[in-house]
């Protein structure tokens, strides 16, 4: 029988299957039967394996979150003889307590806006909307507190910083609100400083790679630091803004699961040790005082730390939620009794969702499916945070290289637009259309060509988020206005109703003093006869 080498067929029939595969990542995307087939990238899985991804696709389970809240409104009762005490939620070290700031009430002329608005559009039919009472709020100079949950289009802050400064330069508040105590990976923040050690960080979008105790103990922040003795954190604020100094206010998020001792030290100087009872709960430590600083040391036993927030002023305070790599559906991932826990302690006023950039595909049309799940991201938002406004930002303009190699528009950012604000509009929330403020502002090739934008044409940067958050800040300003117009006209036609009511009081005074006169002058000749007079009437009737 003959020996047959195979080595050289196989050597040619990996050549041949190589060429296939480079020949197949050559063809662009094209249309089949009203469908867009997209390139084909042999390599993607092989790369997303290297770099040992393993993000998972959540699905909500809105009967589970209602099952979790139910639980936490209605605690399981148990004999009041065996019922122990209450564990503190909340542990205090105030040295100098805040002085008290009234609240500035604005006017219109304050808040008219400029040039291209625009609007944000409320859904509610409500007579009185979450939305309105946000607004309500701003006008009044009341605190405000917004959870911006975003993907990487926000990382680092962008956007957010601006969006910030902006509304606390005109309503007031000071500092960065809520910062992480550790993440996974490495990024670069302006508006904060912070170094950590001696934490292990997961991600919510990285479930697999999480303690499976700990898998329903994420905040929206998608960010938990486990952290044993020496564990630590340190948080500083930076002059990036002027509106980022002056903190007088530092909040620490964590949970012990068993008694664990703290020590927390600000401006490096001042210590105190908080010793945190073992309970499932969300924990605060609340630090009152002037502040640069805020540090966080394991000294006993092991806490789980979701981050800080540093803050000043009475305003607004925004909070930024990025997770990279994230449409939405990370939410459905977050555990609702903590979301609700520290809901409670921080109080929410409006949640944004900036989501859509990472499921956009060039040329898609239909979103039928996402539009869907951005329903239920809306009715999850809606029961962790009850008090709270929900604003849909609409997808940013985006543009993507065509065979000839230019960039052109990826053919799909109105149809994805028009799918996510029917999700706000059967849902009754507010939104917002991104794209087509940066239409106003030149779209994405203006972006690019500016500077503010990435040369991917998808990403924009710090100077790119200013001015998204410039026209968003212009569209909150336009409703304030909208209000305070229609306030103010009220206040006015009060006013006047209130100076006619004055200036008819006053003609009746006249009108009655008159007629007195008249009857004592009807009644003078015969007073006068019996000699009485005029003045021994009035005395009489004084008497």
Same mark, same amino acid.
């Given at each position: 029988?003959?020996?047959?080498?195979?080595?050289?067929?196989?050597?040619?029939?990996?050549?041949?299957?190589?060429?296939?595969?480079?020949?197949?990542?050559?063809?662009?995307?094209?249309?089949?039967?009203?469908?867009?087939?997209?390139?084909?990238?042999?390599?993607?899985?092989?790369?997303?394996?290297?770099?040992?991804?393993?993000?998972?696709?959540?699905?909500?389970?809105?009967?589970?979150?209602?099952?979790?809240?139910?639980?936490?409104?209605?605690?399981?009762?148990?004999?009041?003889?065996?019922?122990?005490?209450?564990?503190?939620?909340?542990?205090?070290?105030?040295?100098?307590?805040?002085?008290?700031?009234?609240?500035?009430?604005?006017?219109?002329?304050?808040?008219?806006?400029?040039?291209?608005?625009?609007?944000?559009?409320?859904?509610?039919?409500?007579?009185?909307?979450?939305?309105?009472?946000?607004?309500?709020?701003?006008?009044?100079?009341?605190?405000?507190?917004?959870?911006?949950?975003?993907?990487?289009?926000?990382?680092?802050?962008?956007?957010?910083?601006?969006?910030?400064?902006?509304?606390?330069?005109?309503?007031?508040?000071?500092?960065?609100?809520?910062?992480?105590?550790?993440?996974?990976?490495?990024?670069?923040?302006?508006?904060?400083?912070?170094?950590?050690?001696?934490?292990?960080?997961?991600?919510?979008?990285?479930?697999?790679?999480?303690?499976?105790?700990?898998?329903?103990?994420?905040?929206?922040?998608?960010?938990?630091?486990?952290?044993?003795?020496?564990?630590?954190?340190?948080?500083?604020?930076?002059?990036?803004?002027?509106?980022?100094?002056?903190?007088?206010?530092?909040?620490?998020?964590?949970?012990?699961?068993?008694?664990?001792?703290?020590?927390?030290?600000?401006?490096?100087?001042?210590?105190?040790?908080?010793?945190?009872?073992?309970?499932?709960?969300?924990?605060?430590?609340?630090?009152?005082?002037?502040?640069?600083?805020?540090?966080?040391?394991?000294?006993?036993?092991?806490?789980?730390?979701?981050?800080?927030?540093?803050?000043?002023?009475?305003?607004?305070?925004?909070?930024?939620?990025?997770?990279?790599?994230?449409?939405?559906?990370?939410?459905?991932?977050?555990?609702?009794?903590?979301?609700?826990?520290?809901?409670?302690?921080?109080?929410?006023?409006?949640?944004?969702?900036?989501?859509?950039?990472?499921?956009?595909?060039?040329?898609?049309?239909?979103?039928?499916?996402?539009?869907?799940?951005?329903?239920?991201?809306?009715?999850?938002?809606?029961?962790?945070?009850?008090?709270?406004?929900?604003?849909?930002?609409?997808?940013?303009?985006?543009?993507?290289?065509?065979?000839?190699?230019?960039?052109?528009?990826?053919?799909?950012?109105?149809?994805?637009?028009?799918?996510?604000?029917?999700?706000?509009?059967?849902?009754?929330?507010?939104?917002?259309?991104?794209?087509?403020?940066?239409?106003?502002?030149?779209?994405?090739?203006?972006?690019?060509?500016?500077?503010?934008?990435?040369?991917?044409?998808?990403?924009?940067?710090?100077?790119?988020?200013?001015?998204?958050?410039?026209?968003?800040?212009?569209?909150?300003?336009?409703?304030?206005?909208?209000?305070?117009?229609?306030? #103010? %006209? $009220? @206040?006015?036609? =009060? &006013?006047? !109703? *209130?100076?006619? +009511? #004055? %200036? $008819? @009081?006053?003609? =009746? &005074?006249? !009108? *009655?003093?008159? +007629?007195?006169? $008249?009857?004592?002058?009807?009644?003078?000749?015969?007073?006068?006869?019996?000699?009485?007079?005029?003045?021994?009437?009035?005395?009489?009737?004084?008497?």
């Amino acid at each position: 029988m003959k020996n047959t080498d195979y080595s050289r067929r196989l050597v040619w029939l990996t050549l041949v299957v190589c060429l296939g595969a480079v020949s197949l990542g050559l063809i662009p995307s094209f249309e089949l039967f009203g469908m867009t087939i997209p390139k084909v990238d042999m390599l993607s899985s092989l790369r997303d394996e290297a770099r040992g991804e393993d993000v998972v696709e959540y699905e909500a389970d809105i009967a589970r979150l209602e099952e979790e809240l139910a639980a936490l409104a209605s605690p399981v009762e148990e004999a009041v003889d065996t019922m122990p005490e209450p564990l503190p939620v909340r542990y205090e070290w105030i040295i100098e307590a805040e002085e008290e700031v009234e609240h500035v009430a604005l006017r219109s002329l304050d808040v008219r806006p400029e040039g291209v608005v625009v609007p944000i559009e409320d859904f509610d039919t409500l007579a009185f909307t979450r939305y309105q009472r946000l607004i309500e709020r701003l006008a009044a100079g009341e605190d405000v507190r917004i959870a911006f949950m975003g993907d990487s289009f926000v990382e680092g802050d962008i956007l957010t910083c601006d969006l910030r400064d902006a509304l606390q330069s005109l309503v007031g508040g000071r500092g960065v609100g809520f910062v992480a105590c550790d993440i996974p990976f490495a990024t670069v923040r302006k508006s904060v400083k912070r170094s950590s050690s001696g934490w292990t960080a997961y991600s919510v979008m990285k479930p697999k790679s999480t303690p499976e105790a700990l898998r329903d103990r994420f905040f929206i922040s998608g960010y938990i630091a486990d952290g044993g003795v020496g564990a630590t954190t340190c948080w500083e604020t930076t002059s990036q803004y002027a509106t980022l100094e002056g903190c007088t206010r530092g909040r620490v998020l964590l949970y012990s699961r068993d008694t664990s001792r703290v020590e927390v030290v600000v401006n490096d100087t001042l210590r105190q040790e908080f010793e945190i009872a073992g309970d499932g709960s969300v924990r605060e430590i609340y630090v009152e005082m002037p502040m640069s600083s805020l540090r966080l040391r394991v000294l006993d036993g092991s806490v789980l730390c979701y981050g800080a927030s540093l803050e000043g002023g009475r305003g607004v305070m925004v909070d930024n939620y990025s997770v990279r790599s994230n449409n939405g559906h990370a939410i459905f991932g977050t555990g609702a009794t903590v979301n609700r826990q520290i809901d409670e302690m921080l109080g929410y006023d409006l949640v944004v969702l900036q989501y859509g950039l990472n499921i956009m595909q060039q040329g898609q049309r239909g979103y039928s499916r996402y539009r869907d799940q951005l329903r239920d991201m809306i009715a999850y938002a809606e029961r962790c945070f009850p008090d709270a406004a929900i604003l849909v930002m609409g997808v940013s303009d985006r543009w993507v290289k065509g065979d000839s190699g230019s960039y052109e528009p990826i053919g799909s950012v109105d149809a994805l637009t028009s799918y996510q604000r029917a999700a706000a509009d059967s849902t009754k929330v507010a939104f917002w259309n991104t794209s087509q403020a940066m239409e106003a502002l030149g779209g994405m090739p203006a972006f690019v060509s500016n500077g503010w934008a990435a040369k991917d044409y998808t990403h924009i940067n710090f100077a790119g988020g200013k001015r998204v958050a410039g026209a968003l800040v212009m569209a909150l300003r336009q409703s304030l206005y909208d209000y305070l117009v229609v306030c #103010e %006209a $009220e @206040a006015a036609r =009060r &006013e006047e !109703e *209130a100076r006619k +009511r #004055e %200036a $008819e @009081a006053r003609q =009746r &005074e006249v !009108e *009655a003093q008159q +007629r007195l006169e $008249e009857q004592i002058n009807g009644i003078r000749p015969m007073l006068d006869s019996v000699d009485i007079g005029v003045d021994g009437v009035l005395s009489k009737v004084e008497e």
